[in-house]
Structure formats: structure tokens, C-alpha cells
């Protein structure tokens, strides 16, 4: 059971133009969004984070916007640079269970082109 | 330089054999959580471990155990390992569930011939 799923596997934006990724989950009980970002032959590492008393949150070229009626995430990296080309994993948390753990999407490749 | 060191990077074994991976957290953190990513998988939670007791364990087989020692360091033991074991297996540290604070490793890469 994916209960958090990102559906497009790849991604092509040509350079200074904007990237959305998306993310959709399926646990209501998700209250902790988090976007990783994953270079070949390296450990994901943290972009950003939000949470669930927030629609939105920015930190530099990256903001990330939260629909909990619908369920759904996204990340907007703006302007998009060569160097932005990676992996991008979605992840979610519920902070009131016992297990704090997260759960990943599938991920999506990020290509910038020039 | 993450912080958090997994060794070996590569291994390559046999179908039933028995290997161990290693991870040694970030100074100061004390969770220590283990993630395997199969081809075009995305990370699935195996265990966490906080300061040396298990606190929650994922979709991890009987044939796959771990656990941490005193000095927080954590190994992953898989045994009578299948060609579907081949994946990238991650470790993360935490200093206890702050998300935000969740670093990785650079994995091992494990291949079962």
C-alpha cells in the first residue's frame, strides 16, 4: 500500500524556468511533509519541510504548498538551475504515532536542461 | 560529508549467503533508521532504533535482522539472501524522531548473484 505516491517518475524544465512536483498521500494521519533531494551515488538529503498548520513554506528558489483537502503536495523550484537535476523524494510523518518514521514516495527525476 | 557512514559501499554476493552493513550515525544522534531502495522503488522503512532498543520495525523480513551497540553504531544482517534483495540499502540519523534532522548515508549497494 503506497500512501504516498509520486506519480510522474520524470521530469524535463529547461533552465530558468519553473519545476512543480508532485505528491499526493493517503493517510490522514500525515501531519509532516518533507521534500529530499537525491544526487547519484549519494544519500537523499533534507530541501524542505512543512507542516500541516501551513499551506505553504519557502526557503529561497524552493516553496512547497500543502492541500490537505485534497491531499496533495508540491514543490516549485524557481528559477530552476542545471544543478537542481537530481532525484526529488516526497515524504510524510505523522508526529502522534509511535513510529517516527518517514514515508517515501517513489521519487522523481528532476532533469534541467540548458 | 553527511556525517553518517555506511560501509561497505559496494557488495556483491551470492544467492544464500549472509553479509552485514554497517552504519555509524551523526555525533549526538541516537536513532539510527535503516531503509532499503529496490529499482524504481522508493525507500521503504525496514527498522529504527533509538540509543540501542528497537522502537518500530517496517516491512522488514524474518531473514533480515539489526540492531545498535552501545556506541550507537548500527549493522543490518540479511541472510539467505535472494536475488530480490539486490537494492541500495540507506541508514539516517536522527537525535530523536526530528524529522528535519533526518541525515543519510550514502548507502550500500548490495548485488546477490
Known amino acids: 500500500d503506497q500512501q504516498v505516491k509520486q506519480n510522474s517518475p520524470s521530469l524535463s524544465v529547461q533552465e530558468g524556468r519553473i519545476s512543480i512536483l508532485n505528491c499526493d498521500y493517503t493517510n490522514s494521519m500525515f501531519d509532516y511533509f518533507l521534500w529530499y533531494k537525491k544526487y547519484p551515488a549519494e544519500g537523499p538529503t533534507f530541501l524542505i519541510s512543512i507542516s500541516s498548520i501551513k499551506d505553504k513554506n519557502e526557503d529561497g528558489r524552493f516553496t512547497v504548498f500543502l492541500n490537505k483537502s485534497a491531499k496533495h503536495l508540491s514543490l516549485h523550484i524557481v528559477p530552476s538551475q542545471p544543478g537542481d537535476s537530481a532525484v526529488y523524494f516526497c515524504a510524510a510523518y505523522d508526529s502522534t504515532g509511535t513510529a517516527s518514521k518517514l514515508t517515501f514516495g517513489t521519487g522523481t527525476r528532476l532533469q534541467v536542461t540548458l | 560529508d553527511s556525517g553518517v557512514t555506511q560501509t561497505p559501499k559496494h557488495l556483491i554476493t551470492a544467492t544464500g549467503q549472509r553479509v552485514t552493513l554497517r552504519c555509524s550515525p551523526r555525533s549526538g544522534d541516537l536513532s539510527v533508521y535503516w531503509y532499503q531502495q529496490s529499482l524504481d522503488q522508493g525507500l521503504q522503512f525496514l527498522i529504527h532504533?533509538?540509543?540501542?532498543?528497537?522502537?518500530a520495525k517496517g516491512n522488514i523480513l524474518e531473514r533480515f535482522s539489526a540492531q545498535q551497540f552501545p556506541d550507537l553504531h548500527s549493522e543490518l544482517n540479511l541472510s539467505s539472501l535472494e536475488l530480490g534483495d539486490s537494492a541500495l540499502y540507506f541508514c539516517?540519523?536522527?537525535?530523536?524522531?526530528?524529522?528535519?534532522?533526518?541525515?543519510f548515508g550514502s548507502g550500500t549497494r548490495l548485488t546477490v548473484v
Open positions: 532504533y533509538y540509543n540501542g532498543e528497537e522502537r
Open positions: 539516517a540519523s536522527s537525535v530523536v524522531g526530528a524529522t528535519s534532522s533526518y541525515t
